[in-house]
């Protein structure tokens, strides 16, 4: 079965700082990756998403991340954040045809301070 | 397009009312579904639907039941609300083979 890992549930970066957090899945092939962002209130929106073929994916927003096979991870950067970041980010994982289900993790809520 | 609609946006519900929860999309996509999300458990899948007249039971589907009689809708039905059903409901889209999915803006349901 799939499944998504997000070992912090809340992390704190002063304004500018540089950002990782953590995505570890299980999945039996190769995954489709994705990130989302949840702002307090709204719904989720998609902020990158790994199918194949580079490993380094940009986003939006100024996000990358980076597929790791032989890690099975797929971790959110950003180099400087900002006061706007505060959201909360979801990672999941899903198949392609025949595998229609998309997984999530349990989030990371990010707070950003002065 | 608007992409993914939901209705309503809020609900407040006594214990032993039913309910339905509204979707819809205009973007023709084949799959939708529906997944709740509660603090600490991320977002969970209730039900799914691969296209008209088709749909299958995701990972918490007890005490929700769906169909799907158009492409374009996916009502969600709570049959006899329980205080354990209250969440933020979100309703999903997506092309079937290509796994992104596109959500609404949620509906927040309280069960008293």
């Known amino acids: 079965a799939q499944s998504v890992t997000q070992p912090d549930i809340h992390i704190t970066v002063s304004e500018g700082a540089s950002l990782e957090l953590r995505c570890n899945y299980s999945y039996g092939a190769t995954p489709y990756l994705f990130w989302y962002v949840q702002s307090p209130g709204q719904g989720l929106q998609l902020l990158l998403k790994?199918?194949?073929?580079?490993?380094l994916v940009q986003g939006i927003k100024g996000f990358e991340a980076e597929f790791k096979r032989s890690q099975s991870s797929f971790n959110l950067r950003k180099p400087s954040v900002h006061w706007s970041d505060a959201a909360e980010y979801f990672c999941?994982?899903?198949?392609?045809?025949?595998?229609?289900?998309?997984?999530f993790g349990t989030g990371t809520r990010l707070t950003i301070i002065p | 397009n608007a992409g993914v609609t939901q209705t309503p946006k809020f609900q407040v519900l006594k214990t032993g009312q039913s309910m339905t929860l509204q979707c819809a999309q205009d973007?023709?996509?084949?799959?939708m579904s529906w997944y709740r999300q509660d603090p600490g458990m991320g977002l969970r899948l209730i039900h799914y639907?691969?296209?008209?007249?088709?749909?299958d039971q995701g990972e918490v589907p007890n005490g929700y039941n769906v169909s799907r009689s158009t492409t374009e809708d996916f009502p969600l039905r709570l049959l006899s609300a329980a205080p354990s059903q209250t969440s933020v409901y979100f309703c999903?889209?997506?092309?079937?083979?290509?796994?992104?999915?596109?959500f609404g803006p949620g509906t927040r349901l309280t069960v008293l």
């Open positions: 639907s691969v296209g008209a007249g088709i749909t």
């Open positions: 973007m023709n996509h084949e799959y």
């Open positions: 999903a889209s997506r092309r079937t083979g290509l796994p992104e999915q596109f």
């Open positions: 999941a994982v899903g198949g392609g045809f025949g595998n229609e289900k998309l997984t």
């Open positions: 790994y199918f194949s073929g580079d490993t």
